[in-house]
Structure formats: C-alpha cells, structure tokens
C-alpha cells in the first residue's frame, strides 16, 4: 500500500474513489484503509450488501471526477452486484469480463446465463477497440479490446451461444475459493477484518 501512497504523493494526485466492481472473494480490499488515510469514497453496486460504502450505484449511474467521466454498467453474473466502469475509450470489468475468459458463478448470487446476457448486452455492445482492463490475468496480460473478446474469449466469444456458455460453466467444477470465509464478510465491511472479527 505505501509505494501507491507515494506514487499519488509523486504525481500530486488526489484519489477521489475507490471503485469497486463487486465483493472478491479471493482477497480483501483496501477501501476502509484508502479511506482512513486518503480520504476516498468507496463505490459498489447498491446490491453488494457493503453498507459500508460512501456510493452505493446503479446501472448508468455516471461518477464525474474532474473532466473525467465514469459510467457504471450493471454486470451481473459472476456476483449479483458486478460492475463495469466505463471511461472514456476503456472498460474495467472486474471478473465479469476476463482475458480470454470470465469469472465462475457458482457462489455468490452467481449466474452463468446472467452474465452471459451481461457481458453480451453491456460489454460487447461497446465500440469494438474499446481498451479492456479486467480486475487480474493468470497469465500476465493486462488489456485486451472487446474486438478480440468477442472473437477468441474462450468461454464468451467466438459466437457462442449462452446455451453452450451455461455448459461450459456448469462443466467447471471449481474447488471452493480458499479465502471465502474471511474475504467475503470482510469485503462486505470495505476491508474492515477486525471488524467482523469483533462482532
């Protein structure tokens, strides 16, 4: 956390939101803390069930940020509460939308055929060289464009039908996430651990 300190300090930024895409399940977040300490707002879905958030949005909510325009998509699917933030000619999606894949949705109000007509509906509708930025990559990558999802993304491109994304997600057979049961209460409290640790 401190080289992010230092580099908003090195390039005289002010960090005005914390935009969450949903609640992880694999790691907890540093909003309560970049809160404390650099006074930032934390944004998430309304139904992410994080009362602890400064916004609670909707889809096509829009965050202004100097000249900088932020629309929030609804992308539900891999959680209930995801979302995609579009800037300008780029889309973070979180794990709705991944590098050559998507995130599961066996657990958290997850759906396969709602993120299939989410990421149809709201992502793939975007201009074709739309920069995308997902949450992380297991192998390194670190932007695609919708263009080259919708053709080689090998769970939700290459013309597949939500039938066969349905399949292809039920067939998965994923372990349980190993930091569930700490990440999800505690991203449910924007990072807050001791929080729930102490009732």
Do not use: W
Request: proline share 4%; net charge negative; aromatic share 6%.
């Amino acid at each position: 956390m401190g080289a992010y300190l230092q580099l908003l300090k090195d390039l005289e930024l002010t960090l005005v939101y914390t935009l969450e895409t949903h609640v992880h399940a694999d790691h907890v977040t540093g909003a309560a803390l970049l809160r404390e300490k650099l006074g930032s707002k934390t944004v998430v879905h309304r139904d992410a069930g994080a009362s602890c958030a400064d916004l609670m949005v909707s889809d096509g909510e829009q965050l202004l940020v100097g000249d900088i325009h932020i629309e929030v998509r609804h992308t539900p699917g891999h959680t209930n509460a995801d979302v995609a933030y579009v800037i300008g000619d780029r889309v973070f999606t979180g794990d709705a939308l991944l590098i050559g894949g998507c995130g599961r949705t066996d657990f958290q109000q997850g759906d396969a055929g709602r993120l299939y007509d989410s990421v149809h509906k709201k992502l793939f509708a975007l201009p074709p060289d739309t920069l995308v930025y997902p949450a992380h990559d297991y192998h390194g990558n670190t932007v695609s464009t919708i263009k080259q999802e919708m053709a080689k993304n090998a769970r939700l491109g290459g013309g597949k039908t939500r039938d066969e994304f349905i399949q292809i997600m039920r067939d998965l057979k994923l372990p349980y996430p190993k930091q569930i049961d700490r990440a999800l209460p505690a991203n449910q409290a924007c990072g807050r651990e001791f929080e729930i640790q102490q009732g």
